[in-house]
């Protein structure tokens, strides 16, 4: 943009009384000025619509892949045998694709001698069966539920679910103490007679990036000095998971360990969030390759009666993560022993930043 200053108005006032043609070519300065703003600013906006058209076209061509993926999915889920809340789920994204209900209908009739298993047909413009893959795990954290019908009719997960929101409600908690922006917490609720600790901070990552760094096997043991295993022992679907965790003898205390159900999951408000709590069914468990859960001699099993983790995106690479967990350690623990479980929350945010950062830097994350 050009850098001449603007006109003086009381100067040319002043030099029109005295020198005109001064006067003159000080206007005509000032015209060329404000010309060669116009342009640029012109120029400028011109860009802008064009990046504004361009994102339209980009977002359309996308749109009409994902319309597509979902097509086929839906009958790829119809054909296997999956219940009406897949039929529910296809409708709420496609409703106003059909001109009315019985043209809705009649495309989820389908033709029973046309079956098909696999993703065919309808995906023209997609390289590989890859691809396809890739584009259906973008397009959101819920699909991978609607895949696992098991977890869809789980009483349990769904009063789980309701346990851990009222969690988050801090009324619940006690502050310890707050220090390098790190905010500690122990649960003082009366929902449970349980001992619980929360810890909360702000990472400079995203939610996806949080998620996929706490699956990174030894990633989590690292950072906590008292966590011994943290690892996944069964795969129910890309956001469920049986867990292991092992935490270490403190002082005269036993280690304890948790067998847990983990889910990710969006809520309502569009945040992510990761809930875990144990899970005892040897059915399931059993159906989702965990034969039998790990035993340590000298390690009591105990309980997660509810945990998790809650994300609250702030801004751009900025994310609020709220980490806490209650539990039945099936037996008596000393307070002191808790305050210190308390303060390792600390550590154990601090670390993961530090952890995060050099992977960040080595491209990894």
């Known amino acids: 943009?050009?850098?001449?200053?603007?006109?003086?108005?009381?100067?040319?006032?002043?030099?029109?009384?005295?020198?005109?043609?001064?006067?003159?070519?000080?206007?005509?300065?000032?015209?060329?000025?404000?010309?060669?703003?116009?342009?640029?600013?012109?120029?400028?906006?011109r860009q802008e619509i064009q990046k504004r058209d361009q994102k339209v076209v980009d977002l359309t061509h996308k749109l009409e892949k994902y319309n597509k993926i979902f097509s086929s999915f839906s009958r790829v889920l119809t054909n296997n045998g999956f219940g009406s809340n897949h039929h529910h789920f296809h409708r709420k994204r496609t409703s106003l694709k059909f001109a009315n209900k019985e043209e809705e209908e009649k495309e989820w009739s389908g033709d029973e001698s046309d079956e098909f298993h696999s993703f065919e047909g309808d995906l023209d413009g997609y390289e590989s069966d890859e691809e396809v893959k890739e584009e259906i795990n973008k397009f959101g954290r819920d699909l991978s539920k609607y895949v696992d019908p098991k977890d869809e009719?789980?009483?349990l997960l769904h009063e789980k679910m309701k346990v851990f929101h009222d969690m988050l409600d801090l009324s619940k908690w006690t502050t310890v103490k707050s220090k390098d922006d790190i905010e500690l917490f122990v649960y003082s609720g009366e929902e449970f007679k349980a001992s619980g600790t929360m810890s909360s901070t702000i990472f400079?990552?995203?939610?996806?990036?949080i998620i996929h760094f706490l699956t990174i096997p030894g990633q989590i043991e690292s950072c906590s000095s008292v966590m011994e295993k943290n690892e996944i022992i069964g795969s129910v679907s890309q956001d469920v998971k049986i867990v292991y965790m092992k935490i270490a003898k403190i002082l005269m205390i036993a280690s304890r360990d948790f067998v847990m159900y983990s889910r990710r999951f969006t809520s309502e408000d569009s945040r992510e969030n990761v809930i875990f709590y144990s899970i005892e069914d040897e059915e399931y468990l059993k159906s989702n390759g965990v034969d039998k859960p790990p035993l340590t001699d000298g390690t009591i099993r105990a309980d997660v009666l509810i945990g998790g983790w809650h994300f609250e995106v702030l801004g751009p690479n900025k994310t609020r993560a709220t980490n806490f967990?209650?539990?039945?350690?099936?037996?008596?623990?000393?307070?002191?022993?808790?305050?210190?479980?308390?303060?390792?929350?600390?550590?154990?945010?601090?670390?993961?930043?530090?952890?995060?950062?050099?992977?960040?830097?080595?491209?990894?994350l």
């Open 1 to 45: 943009m050009p850098t001449e200053k603007e006109l003086d108005l009381d100067k040319l006032l002043a030099m029109s009384k005295t020198d005109t043609t001064a006067c003159v070519e000080a206007l005509i300065t000032e015209v060329r000025r404000l010309k060669g703003v116009m342009a640029e600013n012109e120029a400028h906006f």
């Open 153 to 155: 009719d789980n009483p």
């Open 325 to 364: 967990m209650v539990n039945d350690f099936k037996g008596s623990i000393p307070k002191m022993v808790l305050n210190m479980g308390a303060s390792t929350q600390a550590q154990v945010m601090t670390n993961m930043k530090k952890a995060m950062k050099k992977l960040v830097e080595e491209g990894e």
């Open 204 to 209: 400079d990552y995203t939610p996806d990036q």
